[in-house]
């Protein structure tokens, strides 16, 4: 979002008017006290110097005004910003009027100088401070939100493009170490059919059930996800085909997610399917297989149910 510097700062409207009543003040108090001087007195370079240096530090004050909030912090770049401002104007006076022998405004002039740069000082450290922690609660922010954008919002398990992330990354690993690697997919039977009788939050409690049974028999370094609507996918390390076999076996024991607490007498099954990694493979590739493998096993299941029938 753009800053508007015309916009009135409306939070600090008050100490702003305070800061030019106080310019205001010292203005007529000189003009009573001083003599203007002649023409000729008058040296155009200073003029311009302090004039510049007066505007340079009122725009700073008005830029904090605008675009701070309420606050201790605030309060101290704003008191020093103004005591430096005041000073600025005041040596930008000084080129106009001849003060008498009085150390008043001399003192004016230099006291809040270094005051102002203490409270600015002091105002800048504890504003690094509070924006380092701002940066911390941004990016813990931004890593929460990023964590939460790989994760099903139904199952609570990882989704594929988290799972195509650590598939890339594993087979990286895996071909430096000369090590098996498998994956697995389940993918329940007729699931839209079973939605369109039971109902969507039937059809998430039974993706919910098998997330369950799936995350729970896995071993440490397996991994679960979501892949789509009614597939899960499974990363097995350091397993070859026929130990990955077993283990989906276990798994899903074929008899799966009975609906007893739907309130229905409905059993839900699913064909899986399982492959191990061919180093020649990419992650996409071995997707790709992956769920070709799958449909050759639902074609032959489905042509063996129509032939028992």
Not at 105 to 127: C, D, Q, R, T, Y
Not at 197 to 213: E, K, P, S, T, V
Request: negative net charge.
């Amino acid at each position: 979002m753009k800053t508007n510097i015309f916009t009135w700062p409306k939070l600090h409207q008050g100490k702003l008017l305070l800061t030019l009543l106080a310019a205001t003040g010292l203005t007529i108090a000189a003009s009573f006290i001083g003599e203007l001087k002649t023409w000729q007195q008058l040296d155009s370079f200073d003029i311009v110097g302090e004039f510049a240096a007066s505007l340079m530090a009122l725009f700073w004050l008005w830029l904090l005004m605008i675009s701070r909030p309420r606050g201790k912090v605030t309060n101290l770049l704003l008191i020093g910003t103004s005591l430096y401002w005041l000073t600025t104007w005041l040596d930008l006076l000084d080129e106009f009027i001849r003060y008498p022998n009085t150390r008043i405004f001399a003192w004016l002039e230099s006291l809040p100088v270094p005051i102002g740069m203490v409270l600015i000082s002091i105002g800048l450290v504890h504003w690094l401070a509070e924006q380092q922690h701002i940066n911390r609660q941004l990016a813990q922010r931004e890593h929460f939100q990023r964590e939460h954008s790989l994760i099903d919002a139904v199952t609570q398990l990882y989704n594929a493009r988290y799972f195509m992330l650590q598939l890339t990354r594993e087979l990286e690993l895996h071909q430096l170490q000369q090590k098996p690697l498998s994956v697995a997919i389940v993918d329940i039977d007729h699931f839209a059919d079973f939605n369109r009788q039971y109902g969507m939050l039937a059809g998430d409690n039974c993706l919910r059930n098998l997330a369950g049974m799936i995350e729970l028999g896995l071993r440490q370094q397996d991994l679960a996800c979501r892949l789509a609507n009614d597939r899960f996918v499974m990363l097995l390390p350091d397993t070859d085909t026929d130990a990955a076999q077993n283990i989906v076996a276990r798994l899903l024991k074929q008899e799966l997610l009975k609906q007893e607490q739907l309130s229905t007498s409905a059993e839900v099954s699913v064909t899986t399917a399982v492959l191990e990694w061919d180093e020649q493979e990419t992650a996409a590739d071995l997707m790709a297989r992956l769920s070709l493998h799958l449909d050759w096993h639902k074609r032959c299941r489905y042509a063996a149910d129509q032939g028992v029938a």
